[in-house]
């Protein structure tokens, strides 16, 4: 159990590394906040394996955590909108 939690341990502090320069570096990342963000990779890490984990390379582990935190940036896009305006936007996306 604890060569698990090492593991992991190891795994988020390099994921961590990485979401702070995707923080600094993408403007759209700007609300996002990095604890929130490493609490969904901690998740995400339950399910994968360490080996598999070990075996991916920095570009790899870069385009998995930018793929998940645009997914995550993009979520809350509408959160802003009063209901009125959310309302104007689905219409117009609805073609009406």
Do not use: W
Not at 2 to 28: C, G, H, N
Request: no cysteine; aromatic share 6%.
């Amino acid at each position: 159990m604890t060569q698990i939690s090492v593991e992991k341990d190891t795994a988020l502090s390099r994921i961590s590394a990485i979401v702070d320069r995707l923080l600094q570096s993408k403007e759209v990342y700007e609300d996002l906040d990095k604890q929130e963000m490493l609490e969904i990779f901690s998740e995400l890490l339950d399910e994968v394996p360490a080996k598999d984990f070990r075996a991916m390379d920095e570009e790899q582990l870069i385009q998995i955590a930018d793929g998940i935190m645009i997914i995550e940036a993009m979520s809350h896009l509408l959160d802003d909108l009063t209901s009125k305006e959310k309302e104007m936007f689905f219409a117009a996306v609805e073609g009406r």
